[in-house]
């Protein structure tokens, strides 16, 4: 379980960190759209089912808003701590190396969730066709 929640703060961190840290520097507003796609590339690297129009685009508006609500948390951040001298790429470098590293490790984490969730599901019923079975069997 510890490992788990390391790897979530290892991916999240710098995944969201990124644009923070553009926001602090005082980074181009046009940075937030790039962090948006790099949001949405790794929830389609890690196999969510976004292939209908309606859920890409709606995603792609929450990532959207995601990128620039953790861009100007990090505006505000400036207004209390020094502001950081980056250049342009490095906050985009984070979050890219993050959002690939965490496709890697996540890879159809998605699909094996859905696959427990059915099963959890099916279980009750599963367990009532075996009770049924076995109370037919005995009275048979």
């Not at 995601?66 to 990090?74: D, E, K, N, Q, V």
């Not at 859905?114 to 599901?121: A, S």
Request: net charge positive; charged share 15%; aromatic share 10%.
């Amino acid at each position: 379980m510890t490992r788990n929640w390391f790897l979530l703060i290892a991916i999240l961190l710098p995944f969201y960190g990124g644009p923070v840290l553009a926001g602090w520097a005082g980074q181009p507003l046009a940075t937030i759209p790039v962090f948006a796609a790099l949001f949405l590339a790794f929830l389609l690297g890690t196999g969510r089912d976004l292939h209908s129009k309606g859920n890409l685009l709606a995603a792609g508006v929450i990532q959207l808003a995601l990128a620039g609500l953790c861009y100007w948390l990090g505006h505000w951040l400036a207004t209390a701590a020094e502001p950081p001298a980056l250049p342009i790429w490095m906050p985009l470098l984070i979050t890219a190396c993050a959002t690939a590293w965490g496709v890697w490790r996540l890879r159809g984490w998605a699909a094996r969730a859905q696959r427990v969730e059915t099963l959890l599901n099916e279980a009750p019923h599963r367990i009532e066709d075996a009770e049924r079975r076995a109370r037919d069997r005995n009275d048979g």
